[in-house]
Antibody, heavy 118, light 110 residues
Framework: QVHLVESGGGVVQPGRSLRLSCAASGFTFSSYGMHWVRQAPGKGLEWMAVIWYDGSKKYYADAVKGRFTISRDNSKNMLYLQMNSLRAEETAVYYC???????????WGQGTLVTVSS | QTVVTQEPSFSVSPGGTVTLTCGLTSGSVSTDYYPSWYQQTPGQAPRTLMYNTNTRSSGVPDRFSGSILGNKAALTITGAQADDESDYYCVLFMGGGIWVFGGGTKLTVL
């Protein structure tokens, strides 16, 4: 059974950094790409970043390019999102999700809340 | 910048049929965009319904179907049930490793 568990959320001041983690289990992590998707309170889903199964390729939404870095450690079945220069409007629940078949997203974690506030 | 569009809200009667759409502010949606659909209830993580236009995710009932209608991707729910009342999101693969979500449709069953 696929299981994705995010951690690392919390309250952070504007301009500061935070690193999110996603622990994966129940599947061969090293065979799948992974996404980060966020959702601001009361708002819709926003795709942020994807990393290829082997970490060889990484792509970002314009909104976070240059400030956020997606990475993975296949030996630990872990996905990460390093977030720098955070802004108040980036307060959101951050989800990790598995890159599924045919360019879909098939499994989602439960999310971790990041609050950017002074 | 191209934006992915969805109806902000829709309502359907129990037992009825509703079609939600996913379009582009510039251009047409085709299978080349690999449209996929997700259902989300308040406070919960999204649930995958459909990927690559019309392939149902595991466990999704065949009341849910996907297609291309005209210049948009479409999600049709037949025999709507009370627990179909949710937010529905589409996402399009824009190429170059980039995905973009639509703004979501709030579906009311009443």
């Amino acid at each position: 059974q696929v299981h994705l568990v995010e951690s690392g959320g919390g309250v952070v001041q504007p301009g500061r950094s935070l690193r999110l983690s996603c622990a994966a289990s129940g599947f061969t992590f090293s065979s799948y790409g992974m996404h980060w998707v966020r959702q601001a309170p009361g708002k819709g889903l926003e795709w942020m970043a994807v990393i290829w199964y082997d970490g060889s390729k990484k792509y970002y939404a314009d909104a976070v390019k240059g400030r956020f870095t997606i990475s993975r450690d296949n030996s630990k079945n872990m996905l990460y999102l390093q977030m720098n220069s955070l802004r108040a409007e980036e307060t959101a629940v951050y989800y990790c999700a598995r890159y599924g078949p045919e360019k879909g997203i098939d499994y989602w974690g439960q999310g971790t809340l990041v609050t950017v506030s002074s | 910048q191209t934006v992915v569009t969805q109806e902000p809200s829709f309502s359907v009667s129990p037992g009825g049929t509703v079609t939600l759409t996913c379009g582009l502010t510039s251009g047409s949606v085709s299978t080349d965009y690999y449209p996929s659909w997700y259902q989300q209830t308040p406070g919960q993580a999204p649930r995958t319904l459909m990927y690559n236009t019309n392939t149902r995710s595991s466990g999704v009932p065949d009341r849910f179907s996907g297609s291309i209608l005209g210049n948009k991707a479409a999600l049709t729910i037949t025999g709507a049930q009370a627990d179909d009342e949710s937010d529905y999101y589409c996402v399009l693969f824009m190429g170059g490793g980039i995905w973009v979500f639509g703004g979501g449709t709030k579906l009311t069953v009443l």
